[in-house]
């Protein structure tokens, strides 16, 4: 299928890992100019290089924390007008009791989960208004919709977020800018193995990789029957991401095997 975003620009914001490093390849691939960012600069750099050489479109690293002003304010000066906006953070680590949740913890997983991919959406959306074409691309989580209580420092905060875009989304729709959420269940990336160590660390468990997958599978179970990769999302991404989604404004979309048994 030809997307139809051929020498467009894009910013994937966490684009050296997981999905969004999944989410750039797949937009590379359509033809799409990139910039990407992350914290830690090695990845990010490597990552780049990689996805550029790969798909023969300019790929410019940007190391930047979505979370911080003044990284999203260089990250304008870099790229000031771009006609797509994927964004992914990593919220902090699993909570242990939920007594022990402080008002800092909150304060850092808001910073980051919440207010971080809102003022970048908020940087962006007068220049896609102005143009009068964009697209805007959360990566969230399933959490959102299917509350945990391991995962209160990125579900609570996500779920605002998916109020906050099923907003604005119908305010600037009229404009050609659509902003559309993922949100993935469980996926084996670089980010799970991290949050399964912490996991370990929640529930008292020891750092052995299989002990903590059986527990975690067995409190977690996938109708689908397997843990998903970062390439079960990213095609959806890239689509939501082009022409062909016009007609699909402010929903959440759960990619996650069928874990979350809903309705709508
Ligand atoms: N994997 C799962 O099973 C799972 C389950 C449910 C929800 N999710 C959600 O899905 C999203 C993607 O997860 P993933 O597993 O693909 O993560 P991942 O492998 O850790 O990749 C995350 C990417 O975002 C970057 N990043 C993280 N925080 C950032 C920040 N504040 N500013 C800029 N870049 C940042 C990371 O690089 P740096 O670390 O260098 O910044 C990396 O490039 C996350 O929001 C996660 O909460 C994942």
Redesign the pocket.
């Known amino acids: 299928m030809d997307l139809q975003i051929k020498g467009k620009k894009a910013i994937m914001?966490?684009?050296?890992?997981?999905?969004?490093?999944?989410t750039a390849e797949r937009l590379a691939e359509a033809g799409v100019e990139l910039v990407?960012?992350?914290?830690?600069?090695e990845?990010?750099e490597n990552?780049a290089k990689e996805i550029s050489a790969k798909y023969k479109v300019n790929v410019t690293p940007i190391v930047?924390?979505?979370?911080?002003p003044e990284?999203r304010a260089k990250l304008l000066e870099s790229c000031p007008d771009p006609d797509i906006l994927a964004i992914?953070?990593?919220?902090p680590a699993p909570n242990g009791d939920f007594l022990k949740v402080t008002p800092e913890m909150w304060r850092e997983s808001i910073d980051?989960?919440l207010i971080?991919p809102i003022e970048l959406m908020r940087q962006y959306i007068p220049h896609m208004k102005e143009s009068g074409w964009g697209r805007i691309v959360n990566?969230?989580?399933?959490?959102a919709k299917n509350p945990m209580v391991w995962?209160l420092m990125?579900g609570p905060a996500?779920s605002a977020l998916i109020n906050y875009t099923a907003s604005v989304s119908r305010e600037i729709a009229k404009h050609g800018v659509n902003i559309n959420n993922l949100?993935?269940?469980?996926?084996?990336?670089?980010?799970?193995?991290?949050?399964m160590a912490d996991y370990a660390d929640a529930f008292g468990l020891e750092h052995n990789t299989e002990a903590v997958g059986a527990h975690f599978r067995a409190n977690n179970p996938i109708p689908a029957g397997f843990?998903?990769n970062?390439d079960d999302l990213a095609p959806m991404a890239a689509f939501l991401c082009s022409p062909l989604a016009r007609f699909i404004v402010g929903q959440n979309i759960v990619i996650?095997g069928g874990q979350h048994a809903s309705l709508f």
Do not use: C, Q
Request: no cysteine.
């Open positions: 914001a966490g684009g050296s890992a997981g999905m969004g490093r999944a990407i960012t992350a914290r830690r600069r990845r990010l990552a930047a924390d979505s979370s911080k990284d992914t953070i990593k919220p980051s989960a971080g990566i969230a989580t399933f959490s995962r990125s996500r949100l993935p269940g469980m996926f084996a990336t670089e980010g799970a193995n991290e949050i843990v998903g970062a996650d």
